[in-house]
DNA sequence: ATAAAATACTTTGAAACTCTAACAAAATTA
DNA sequence: TAATTTTGTTAGAGTTTCAAAGTATTTTAT
């Protein structure tokens, strides 16, 4: 199950930065794994990704979900195809604007993404048990900090 | 840009699981683009990941290369064809057992594994740079426990 | 010793995800 | 009102991945 691709040392002698590669893959595949829930059957995380970004309760266009996923329209237009044809995500087009089509999630599709978020949150809070209270804000606080670092350069 | 596909909020209210995807999301992308280096023209994240999964100075058959990268030998086949033509990586039929190939990088594809390396090591060394050593060696701590949790259950 | 099984890898064919470029429709601007 | 911009879809292609079938070599069991 390969936890890193990069030589095996012990835990502490890990540099951190392969620990932050290892550990977000190790989640991702957890991910994926989840996947074969009641409410989440068939899809893939790509699927999940995009309902998420649609949201839980709003009206969202193209132009936004595609903004907030990092992807081009015409890959958006044919995950949603996909994800409108199961059911899960709804499209009409606007009164205001008629270009544009909005984007919802279904009665479905909310169930995915709650399912999915329960299970992520179940996920992390069992993983951070384990921690101190000193070690789950340091680990928030670096977080943070390599995230804004990110993205204020992307 | 998306930084996260998840709801906007402020760094401190951001649960760690938000902070996790987040992270995740942000990191890929920048590695991503640091990808048009002198000597990783051309290659992909993917590509990067098959020549650190191949090793420095190692010389591993296609099993043990595919095993750390968690693909299927067929996977590894189509990589591998890529980076040999692109002259990153040496395919050998090994003397002892004959059916085995035996990976190994070139000189390029050194100097690849060291640019990325190294532009690795500077992003996360530059983002952790307002955390005391103190909170390095927690956050080390802390992310060697939880890359151990998900990959137990892996 | 040799037949059967296991191991290591490649090839083939297909699916998922992505993009660019060309297109269409609606709204805005000049 | 004509040109431009915005919003989205379609068409065509590239990449990455896998499962299944095939090849070559080694190991195991008879």
Redesign the interface.
């Known amino acids: ?7 095996a040392m012990a ?2 002698n ?4 392969d ?12 991910e994926e794994r989840a996947l074969d829930n009641r409410y989440t059957q068939g899809l893939t995380i790509t699927d999940i ?1 995009t309902i ?2 649609v ?1 839980l309760y709003e009206r969202n266009p193209m132009n936004v979900c595609a ?4 992807v081009t329209l015409a890959t958006l237009t044919t995950a949603v195809n996909k994800l409108e044809k199961l059911g899960y995500v709804r499209r009409e087009r606007s009164q205001e604007d008629r270009r544009k089509v909005l984007l919802s999630l279904t009665t479905q599709g909310r169930k995915a993404y709650r399912a999915h978020l329960l299970f ?2 179940r ?6 048990n ?2 101190t209270s ?3 804000r ?14 204020a ?2």
């Open positions: 199950m390969a936890s890193s691709a990069y030589p835990a502490h890990l540099e951190l930065d620990l932050f590669s290892g550990t977000f893959q190790s989640v991702m595949r957890i990704h998420v970004a949201g903004t907030r996923l990092d992520h949150k996920m992390i809070s069992e993983a951070l384990g921690l000193e070690e789950q340091v680990l928030a606080h670096a977080l943070a900090k390599v995230k804004s670092f990110f993205d350069r992307a």
